[in-house]
């Protein structure tokens, strides 16, 4: 029986298995992988503390740093968490582990273009994130393809930094908050590429070209760039946790001020909750608050259940 | 005219100007001195992917950090600020410096015991958060000297990883949530000290012993231990923004789930907010999300005002 089990293998799951095994606790973190999100990310520059670090690295590092306070890691993925009148049962890999409480970290997976190229090519020059990676792109030329404001604060970021930024679209135009749409209408190093579709990302070691389909002529054309930031959005996989805990519509985890969701016991962390910035530092700030949070939680059970003596037992010093 | 005007030097400070200079915005941290908080530490154990750091050490490295972005620093005490109509006003040392948004990351400090060798023996043996710094006196004797389930909660927490914990009182038994009381009633290696104040800190290089007062009695006695926690509170001078911004009954800055304060442009991170855990990894997540609130809120600005020119007036890839 384990006070916690985290399900993730990224900043947040580690960062939780950090703080709750500094507490005392019995902790398994059970994780398909480790890295999560950072893997996406060939370089962060922006977890404070550390200038310059590998996605995976990182996190290799906060587990090192977790399993130093005891906590014990299971590379599986979990298909199914019960709750039972003592805690929970999480089932991975058709094995079950049991636990008094859990706590949800296991990310979400960005929403990629689905062409061939882009996945070879993740992590170099092909970034899911612009506050992460677009000052890596400092005086080069880049593109974002996306959608919604989320794509249309990437192109203002990049053109902070890049030399060029091509914005593409499958429209005429970009579309999305109009001070955002009309921001970037100012910037002078922004192109729009408008009826436009990708349909390989190319590259040997490195992103080297897009080949792109235009749409209103239905003719073929190369785009020369450093950088392609693909913006569409998160997908989250929390199906096996949707009759446990409360989801929003984007199939995030609804969690209050301490991380806890509506499932008393269970706690989530990262990318997989329903705030709204996504970023290293925040995951970890948010693992650290539902670990404190989980251990105060089983500091009341504790208390609840099964304790009879009294203060007046312990002996006064002599 | 600054984009940001961070108050404070500690990591939340710091983590802010990284953020927010990371995103191109103009930044100046103001602060009274560097370190904040975490100068009250020896060694940081459970800050991610720094298996231990000085709190000092850690601050300045998120600091320069800062500044490859580009963010300035100024030390001196911010005494006022003023909202005016294009943004506000801060007032340190008589200067005045205006900026369209503020970051309030100035902190608390821990209340402390006010007797001799205290200030002495800060982060050598006196501590004022068993959260951070417990784990480091594994295997000897510290004492806690503290009022309420914060207090409790240092003490179920110590006698974790101490050979011996001594729970000082003044009065004959510990008060606070019965669930705690009763959890520390069972741990074996609590003794409590009942009728008792403490009148001096008594160490060298490192603490050595405590000079207690015996108020039952009136008799004095010496307790040789290795590590005190402090466990009184904090105390935040938000006096300065009471005018400005939310505050509760604690002279917490209340924020949103976005860091906001209840005055548009004004954000808070890190210990000086409403947020029930104070821990480094937690201000560094809490800043972060508030400099990307800020970057976002002043996108929004310069959308609302003055621009004018549209997506079509950009011209198509040749």
Known sequence: ????????????????????????????????????????????????????????????????????????????????????ETGFVVTAYGSQYKSKTVILAFGKTPRDLGVPGEDELKGRGVSFCATCDA????????????????????????????KK??????????????GLVKAISRKTNVELV??????????????????LHDLATGQQRDLPIHGLFVELGYVVNADFVKDLVQLDDQSQIVVGADQSTNMPGIFAAGDVTNRHYKQAAISAGEAATAALACYDYLARLEGRFGLTSDWTQIKRVK
């Open 165 to 178: 930024v091509y914005a593409l679209s499958k429209t005429d135009r970009l579309q999305g908050h109009p």
């Open 194 to 211: 408008p009826f436009i579709q990708i349909q390989e990302v190319v590259g040997t070691t490195q992103l080297e070209k897009l080949k």
């Open 135 to 162: 000052p890596l792109y400092k005086g080069k030329t880049v593109a974002v393809a996306g959608v919604g404001d989320v794509s249309l604060d990437a192109i203002l970021l990049c053109s902070k930094y890049s």
């Open 1 to 84: 029986m384990y006070d916690v089990i985290i399900v993730g293998g990224g900043v947040a799951a580690f960062t939780a298995a950090l703080f709750t095994g500094r507490r005392g606790l019995k902790v398994l973190v059970i994780g398909k992988d480790i890295g999560g999100q950072a893997n996406y990310t060939d370089t962060i520059e922006n977890f404070p503390g550390l200038p310059a670090v590998g996605g995976y690295e990182l996190v290799s590092s906060i587990r090192s740093q977790a399993e130093k306070w005891g906590s014990e890691y299971l590379e599986a993925e979990v298909t199914r968490i019960k709750s039972t």
